[in-house]
Protein backbone atom coordinates (compact mmCIF):
# COMPACT_ATOMS: atom_id res chain seq x y z
CA UNK A 1 0.00 0.00 0.00
CA UNK A 2 2.85 2.60 1.29
CA UNK A 3 6.29 1.45 0.16
CA UNK A 4 9.87 4.19 0.19
CA UNK A 5 13.05 2.86 -1.59
CA UNK A 6 15.97 4.79 -1.67
CA UNK A 7 14.38 7.48 -0.57
CA UNK A 8 15.92 10.85 -0.08
CA UNK A 9 15.24 14.94 0.18
CA UNK A 10 17.80 17.54 -0.07
CA UNK A 11 16.63 21.06 0.77
CA UNK A 12 20.15 22.34 0.17
CA UNK A 13 23.82 21.52 -0.62
CA UNK A 14 24.42 21.18 3.38
CA UNK A 15 20.90 19.43 4.20
CA UNK A 16 20.14 16.25 2.70
CA UNK A 17 17.21 13.72 4.71
CA UNK A 18 17.44 10.05 3.91
CA UNK A 19 14.90 7.40 4.45
CA UNK A 20 15.26 3.77 4.93
CA UNK A 21 12.95 1.71 2.52
CA UNK A 22 9.80 0.07 3.63
CA UNK A 23 6.73 -1.40 2.75
CA UNK A 24 3.04 -1.90 4.22
CA UNK A 25 0.20 -3.46 3.71
CA UNK A 26 -3.07 -1.62 3.24
CA UNK A 27 -4.98 -1.29 6.79
CA UNK A 28 -1.31 -1.78 8.44
CA UNK A 29 0.11 1.19 11.49
CA UNK A 30 3.27 2.88 11.35
CA UNK A 31 4.54 5.06 13.72
CA UNK A 32 7.43 7.18 12.35
CA UNK A 33 10.17 8.27 15.37
CA UNK A 34 12.68 10.28 15.50
CA UNK A 35 14.50 13.42 17.63
CA UNK A 36 13.73 16.46 16.15
CA UNK A 37 15.44 17.51 12.87
CA UNK A 38 15.65 14.08 11.91
CA UNK A 39 13.14 13.94 8.90
CA UNK A 40 9.58 12.90 10.46
CA UNK A 41 7.71 16.58 8.89
CA UNK A 42 9.47 15.62 6.04
CA UNK A 43 8.33 12.16 5.45
CA UNK A 44 4.85 13.04 6.10
CA UNK A 45 5.33 15.52 3.51
CA UNK A 46 6.84 13.35 0.26
CA UNK A 47 4.07 10.95 1.29
CA UNK A 48 1.56 13.74 0.86
CA UNK A 49 3.17 14.54 -2.60
CA UNK A 50 4.05 18.33 -0.78
CA UNK A 51 7.59 17.62 -1.42
CA UNK A 52 9.55 15.64 -4.08
CA UNK A 53 11.85 13.26 -3.38
CA UNK A 54 15.25 14.50 -5.25
CA UNK A 55 16.15 10.85 -5.47
CA UNK A 56 13.96 7.37 -4.66
CA UNK A 57 10.47 7.02 -4.73
CA UNK A 58 7.36 6.74 -2.58
CA UNK A 59 4.69 4.73 -3.92
CA UNK A 60 0.86 5.02 -2.60
CA UNK A 61 -1.44 2.03 -4.19
CA UNK A 62 1.27 1.87 -6.91
CA UNK A 63 1.06 5.38 -7.69
CA UNK A 64 4.40 7.00 -7.94
CA UNK A 65 3.40 10.28 -6.33
CA UNK A 66 6.48 12.39 -6.86
CA UNK A 67 5.73 11.09 -10.43
CA UNK A 68 1.94 13.07 -10.77
CA UNK A 69 1.70 16.49 -12.01
CA UNK A 70 0.27 19.32 -9.41
CA UNK A 71 -2.93 19.29 -10.68
CA UNK A 72 -3.05 15.52 -10.51
CA UNK A 73 -1.34 15.07 -7.18
CA UNK A 74 -3.99 17.64 -5.69
CA UNK A 75 -6.60 15.31 -7.15
CA UNK A 76 -4.95 12.49 -5.66
CA UNK A 77 -4.36 13.68 -2.73
CA UNK A 78 -7.91 14.94 -1.97
CA UNK A 79 -9.34 11.32 -3.26
CA UNK A 80 -6.68 9.78 -1.31
CA UNK A 81 -5.76 11.11 1.77
CA UNK A 82 -6.59 12.42 5.10
CA UNK A 83 -4.06 14.98 7.09
CA UNK A 84 -3.96 15.54 10.24
CA UNK A 85 -1.45 18.47 10.86
CA UNK A 86 0.13 19.55 13.84
CA UNK A 87 -0.54 22.95 13.85
CA UNK A 88 -4.25 22.40 13.60
CA UNK A 89 -5.00 25.19 10.70
CA UNK A 90 -8.78 25.25 11.55
CA UNK A 91 -10.46 28.61 9.95
CA UNK A 92 -10.51 31.02 12.70
CA UNK A 93 -13.46 32.90 11.50
CA UNK A 94 -15.34 30.04 10.48
CA UNK A 95 -17.72 27.69 12.57
CA UNK A 96 -16.76 23.82 13.18
CA UNK A 97 -19.61 23.17 10.62
CA UNK A 98 -18.24 25.30 7.43
CA UNK A 99 -14.65 24.48 8.31
CA UNK A 100 -15.65 20.98 8.23
CA UNK A 101 -17.50 21.96 4.46
CA UNK A 102 -14.08 23.25 3.53
CA UNK A 103 -12.84 20.11 1.46
CA UNK A 104 -15.90 19.44 -0.11
CA UNK A 105 -15.89 22.99 -1.44
CA UNK A 106 -11.88 22.67 -1.92
CA UNK A 107 -12.41 19.37 -3.98
CA UNK A 108 -15.00 21.11 -5.97
CA UNK A 109 -17.71 18.75 -4.80
CA UNK A 110 -20.82 18.96 -3.16
CA UNK A 111 -21.07 19.43 0.49
CA UNK A 112 -22.40 15.99 2.30
CA UNK A 113 -24.13 17.74 5.11
CA UNK A 114 -25.59 13.91 6.40
CA UNK A 115 -21.40 12.57 6.18
CA UNK A 116 -20.65 15.64 7.91
CA UNK A 117 -23.34 15.26 10.58
CA UNK A 118 -22.45 11.50 10.70
CA UNK A 119 -18.45 11.97 11.66
CA UNK A 120 -19.30 14.66 14.12
CA UNK A 121 -21.69 13.15 15.90
CA UNK A 122 -18.90 9.88 15.97
CA UNK A 123 -16.15 11.60 17.19
CA UNK A 124 -18.96 13.40 20.28
CA UNK A 125 -18.48 16.69 18.37
CA UNK A 126 -22.23 17.32 16.85
CA UNK A 127 -22.97 19.94 19.95
CA UNK A 128 -20.05 21.74 18.31
CA UNK A 129 -21.28 22.84 15.10
CA UNK A 130 -21.61 26.81 16.15
CA UNK A 131 -18.59 27.05 17.70
CA UNK A 132 -16.12 29.36 16.54
CA UNK A 133 -11.97 27.43 16.85
CA UNK A 134 -11.75 29.92 19.85
CA UNK A 135 -14.28 28.44 21.44
CA UNK A 136 -13.39 25.04 21.60
CA UNK A 137 -10.60 23.04 23.82
CA UNK A 138 -7.52 22.02 22.75
CA UNK A 139 -8.93 18.45 22.56
CA UNK A 140 -12.25 19.16 21.00
CA UNK A 141 -10.18 21.36 18.20
CA UNK A 142 -8.42 18.00 17.83
CA UNK A 143 -11.46 16.27 17.24
CA UNK A 144 -12.80 18.74 14.64
CA UNK A 145 -9.34 18.59 12.96
CA UNK A 146 -9.22 14.79 12.98
CA UNK A 147 -13.20 15.05 11.89
CA UNK A 148 -12.14 16.96 8.81
CA UNK A 149 -9.53 14.18 7.88
CA UNK A 150 -11.67 11.67 7.77
CA UNK A 151 -14.64 13.01 6.17
CA UNK A 152 -14.06 12.15 2.46
CA UNK A 153 -12.71 8.39 3.67
CA UNK A 154 -9.36 8.39 3.13
CA UNK A 155 -7.49 5.13 2.74
CA UNK A 156 -4.04 6.59 3.78
CA UNK A 157 -4.35 8.37 7.48
CA UNK A 158 -0.98 11.16 8.24
CA UNK A 159 -1.05 12.38 11.19
CA UNK A 160 2.01 14.42 12.52
CA UNK A 161 2.35 15.15 15.96
CA UNK A 162 -1.14 14.41 17.50
CA UNK A 163 -0.25 14.69 20.66
CA UNK A 164 1.81 17.61 21.05
CA UNK A 165 0.92 19.37 23.60
CA UNK A 166 -1.76 17.10 25.09
CA UNK A 167 -1.63 15.87 28.48
CA UNK A 168 -1.92 12.32 29.41
CA UNK A 169 -5.52 11.74 29.34
CA UNK A 170 -6.40 14.21 25.77
CA UNK A 171 -2.99 12.28 24.16
CA UNK A 172 -4.34 8.78 24.93
CA UNK A 173 -8.05 10.20 23.69
CA UNK A 174 -6.64 11.77 20.15
CA UNK A 175 -4.34 8.47 19.30
CA UNK A 176 -7.50 6.21 20.22
CA UNK A 177 -10.14 7.86 18.16
CA UNK A 178 -7.05 7.86 14.99
CA UNK A 179 -6.62 4.27 15.99
CA UNK A 180 -10.26 3.66 15.62
CA UNK A 181 -11.07 5.86 12.91
CA UNK A 182 -8.23 3.84 10.83
CA UNK A 183 -9.43 -0.02 12.41
CA UNK A 184 -13.05 0.80 11.44
CA UNK A 185 -12.49 2.29 7.75
CA UNK A 186 -9.70 -0.11 6.88
CA UNK A 187 -7.37 3.18 6.44
CA UNK A 188 -3.86 2.59 6.45
CA UNK A 189 -2.56 4.88 9.08
CA UNK A 190 1.03 6.92 9.92
CA UNK A 191 1.52 9.00 13.13
CA UNK A 192 4.85 10.47 13.28
CA UNK A 193 6.34 11.68 16.90
CA UNK A 194 8.99 12.32 19.00
CA UNK A 195 6.57 11.49 22.32
CA UNK A 196 7.47 8.14 23.74
CA UNK A 197 4.26 7.74 25.08
CA UNK A 198 2.43 6.40 21.83
CA UNK A 199 4.50 3.68 21.44
CA UNK A 200 2.51 2.17 24.25
CA UNK A 201 -1.02 3.49 22.49
CA UNK A 202 -0.16 2.52 19.24
CA UNK A 203 -0.19 -1.33 19.84
CA UNK A 204 1.13 -3.74 17.06
CA UNK A 205 2.32 -0.61 15.04
CA UNK A 206 5.35 -1.07 12.68
CA UNK A 207 8.30 1.28 13.67
CA UNK A 208 10.31 3.80 11.06
CA UNK A 209 13.22 5.34 13.62
CA UNK A 210 14.53 8.10 11.52
CA UNK A 211 18.76 8.60 12.41
CA UNK A 212 19.28 11.83 14.09
CA UNK A 213 19.77 14.54 11.55
CA UNK A 214 23.78 15.05 11.21
CA UNK A 215 25.57 18.50 12.56
CA UNK A 216 25.56 21.02 9.72
N1 LIG B 1 12.85 24.44 4.30
C1 LIG B 1 13.97 23.90 4.79
N2 LIG B 1 15.16 24.33 4.37
C2 LIG B 1 16.30 23.77 4.82
N3 LIG B 1 16.35 22.75 5.70
C3 LIG B 1 15.17 22.29 6.15
C4 LIG B 1 13.92 22.83 5.73
N4 LIG B 1 12.94 22.16 6.36
C5 LIG B 1 13.54 21.25 7.15
N5 LIG B 1 14.87 21.32 7.02
C6 LIG B 1 15.87 20.46 7.69
O1 LIG B 1 15.57 19.10 7.35
C7 LIG B 1 15.78 18.26 8.48
C8 LIG B 1 14.48 17.50 8.78
O2 LIG B 1 13.49 18.43 9.20
P1 LIG B 1 12.02 17.97 9.63
O3 LIG B 1 11.22 19.20 9.89
O4 LIG B 1 11.52 17.01 8.64
O5 LIG B 1 12.34 17.21 11.01
P2 LIG B 1 11.32 16.69 12.13
O6 LIG B 1 11.84 15.35 12.54
O7 LIG B 1 9.93 16.77 11.64
O8 LIG B 1 11.57 17.77 13.27
P3 LIG B 1 10.54 18.25 14.44
O9 LIG B 1 10.29 17.06 15.32
O10 LIG B 1 11.38 19.31 15.15
O11 LIG B 1 9.32 18.82 13.80
C9 LIG B 1 16.25 19.17 9.62
O12 LIG B 1 17.65 19.11 9.66
C10 LIG B 1 15.77 20.53 9.21
O13 LIG B 1 16.61 21.55 9.74
Same mark, same amino acid.
Given at each position: ?? /? ?40 ? &? !?? @?? !? ?49 ? /?????? @? ?50 ? &? ?20 ? @? ?22 ? &????? !????? @??
Amino acid at each position: ML /EFQNLRHRYTPQVEVRFPDLRLAHGDHLLVLGASGSGKSTLL &A !LI @AG !LLSPTSGHVRVEGTDVGSLRASARDAWRGATLGFVPQRLHLSPSLSVRRNL /ELPFVC @AGEHVDGPRIATVMDHLGIGALAHRRPHELSVGQAHRVALARALLREPRLIL &ADEPTASLDDEAATDALGLLRQ @AATETGATLVVATHDRRVTDWLPG &AHVLR !LAAAP @AP
